[in-house]
């Protein structure tokens, strides 16, 4: 979650320091003249937008044994943290009532996602090329495929969803997938819940 908030927040600030350079006093001749107390008494939302925010996620389903990397894996130049992140676009949201929480949106509609059956997560996060990389380049994949993506995240919770369609490595065969992954934290930040689920449903009979 920090390597997706890092960039978003450094442009943040860099929209700040713009901002502060160009508003103040200033009067022309005989038009208005604006201060900070013309400002409402109500200011609205502040809002961030930026594309191509670089992401990557991990996630699993223990009921049925499954992992999932959610990047492109195949077919790189080079195996790096960054080669293996999905560009997706990004909005920030801060609002007056609550100046020190944020609700941060993600989406795209074509990531990569590689299913993995009875892998464990550790092998793959935290990233380290060195266990990473030849994971990716020596693991059968379940099933892949290029799928939308969606991420809500907020100072208590964080909502991921995933869906499309994708391919059963071993035939060819085509499942719709969809994925949930919630994530609660407690008001004092010290634990969290979390609820996970992928689902594979085999599309035209097969």
């Known amino acids: 979650m920090q390597k997706v908030l890092g960039p978003v927040l450094i442009l943040t600030a860099a929209l700040a320091a713009a901002c502060a350079e160009r508003v103040g006093p200033a009067t022309t001749g005989e038009g208005p003249s ?90 793959v996060f935290p990233f380290v090329a060195s266990s990473f990389c030849p994971f990716v380049a020596n693991t059968p994949k379940a099933y892949e495929g290029i799928v939308a993506y969606h991420v809500n995240l907020g100072s208590s919770m964080a909502s991921f969803r995933w869906e499309g369609d994708v391919t059963r490595v071993a035939d060819g065969a085509l499942f719709h997938y969809v994925e949930n992954q919630d994530v609660v934290f407690t008001p004092s930040g010290a634990g969290k819940t979390t609820s996970s689920f992928i689902r594979l449903q085999a599309k035209g009979g097969q």
């Open 34 to 123: 604006f201060d900070f107390a013309n400002n409402p008494s109500s200011p609205s939302p502040i809002i961030i937008r930026r594309d191509s925010v670089p992401v990557r996620v991990i996630t699993s389903d223990a009921a049925l044994d499954l992992m999932a990397i959610h990047g492109p894996v195949d077919n790189l130049p080079v195996c790096t943290n960054a080669s293996t992140r999905d560009p997706v676009d990004g909005q920030q949201i801060r609002t007056p009532s609550d100046v020190q929480g944020i609700r941060l949106l993600l989406q795209a509609t074509d990531t990569h996602v590689e299913i993995y059956q009875g892998i464990d997560i550790a092998a």
